[in-house]
């Protein structure tokens, strides 16, 4: 018995054993107790993570991959299941700390990590495999045509590291795309607390008009009178890194 891969919702398992001994292996198990499992299907990664000492959450919303799970691994049961990763609170490990692995749905996996993003404070690190366009946007540093929104709003709160390509070969059924595994570790930069939501609009804004110099892409943002003269408003946004536009939001936040 195996599961049928659902288009819908972007099931592509993955058959490679040693892939998946990899992915596992990037989690250093270290400063945290549970582990998070997004979309384990046929459990290739979770027979892995069930070796271990941490408790094992599968956050998983197909009931044919549930039924085989559970009657596949001994140690699963219904207790393991949380449902939709992207409608947890995490309130079942009462705000201790929990990693996140995965071989994502593609059709989601920016959402996942905004998910993660607004949970940076429980979740010290995540490892994950994507399509590898989003891995490398995620992973992307500043003046490269990868570098964007992604890329900054997620390096604000963790280190990004690019681990390997997948090829489609290794996939039942195998996607259009090759996929990449990157590793988060949290390191959420000073300056920012407080100024999150400041901070998304500056970002966000000055690269949806990418080409153009932040003096004229923030202009929605009604840019305060004593930064209209900064040298960050003389640049694109592409041009400025994370720490640049942690000191542009705390600038701008006090001159409110």
């Known amino acids: 018995m195996s599961v049928k891969a659902k288009k819908h919702l972007g099931q592509h398992f993955l058959t490679d054993e040693n892939i998946a001994r990899k992915i596992v292996e990037g989690l250093s198990f270290e400063g945290y107790n549970d582990i998070m499992e997004v979309g384990p299907g046929m459990g290739v990664l979770t027979k892995y993570l069930l070796e271990k000492d941490h408790k094992t959450y599968l956050a998983e919303i197909d009931n044919e991959s549930i039924e085989y799970l559970k009657n596949n691994y001994s140690k699963i049961t219904q ?93 039942n059924p195998p996607p259009k795309v090759k996929s990449g595994v990157i590793k988060l570790t949290r390191n959420p930069k000073e300056g920012l607390a407080g100024n999150e939501i400041l901070f998304k609009q500056i970002v966000k804004t000055g690269f949806n008009q990418r080409r153009k110099k932040l003096s004229n892409a923030l202009k929605p943002l009604n840019i305060p009178e004593n930064l209209k003269d900064h040298i960050f408003l003389d640049k694109r946004a592409e041009e400025l890194s994370v720490l640049d536009f942690i000191a542009f939001t705390q600038l701008w936040k006090e001159s409110l």
């Not at 490398?136 to 681990?163: C, F, H, M, N, W």
């Open 79 to 171: 207790d393991n299941f949380v449902g939709d990763f992207l409608k947890q609170d995490f309130g079942f490990i009462q705000r201790e700390q929990i990693a996140i692995i995965g071989n994502f749905p593609y059709n989601i996996s920016s959402q996942i990590l905004f998910k993660i993003i607004d949970h940076y404070d429980i979740i010290p690190e995540m490892v994950g495999m994507f399509q590898k366009e989003v891995a490398e946007r995620t992973a992307a540093v500043p003046r490269t045509k990868d570098y964007g929104i992604l890329s900054v709003l997620v390096q604000a709160y963790y280190d990004v590291s690019y681990l390997f390509t997948v090829h489609e070969n290794v996939f």
